[in-house]
């Protein structure tokens, strides 16, 4: 099992910039990918994007590319979501997650962490 740890989130105004984090610990070389997702108030959980443990390839939803870039840290065993542009739209939890394959679905998750933008 993987554990993961999300930090970084908080209050942000229109424009402004976060940087949330992801530490992953255990047993992370079963890892294919770390997803972010995030959750509104009365939405569903939608995916953000992801990258690749070991190639480092990246994909994003529409609606942050071009805004939100997700690197990592093989060495920290951490990944990072970089979101500049802010919107009032972005604000929700956002989570970070693991699955052990292209094909798999995304089963182990992070606790969360808060990010509202205000307008």
């Known amino acids: 099992q993987v554990q993961l740890v999300e930090s970084g989130g908080g209050l942000v105004q229109a424009g402004g910039s976060l940087r949330l984090s992801c530490a992953a610990s255990?047993?992370?070389?079963?890892?294919?990918?770390m997803g972010w997702f995030r959750q509104a108030p009365g939405k569903e959980r939608e995916f953000v994007g992801q990258i690749t443990w070991r190639g480092g390839d990246t994909a994003y939803a529409d609606s942050v590319k071009g805004r939100f870039t997700i690197s990592r840290d093989n060495a920290k065993n951490t990944v990072y979501l970089q979101m500049n542009s802010l919107k009032p739209e972005d604000t929700a939890v956002y989570y970070c997650?693991?699955?052990?394959?292209?094909?798999?679905?995304?089963?182990?998750w992070g606790q969360g962490t808060q990010v509202t933008v205000s307008s």
């Open positions: 997650a693991t699955k052990i394959g292209g094909y798999a679905v995304y089963d182990n």
């Open positions: 255990g047993r992370t070389f079963s890892t294919y990918a």
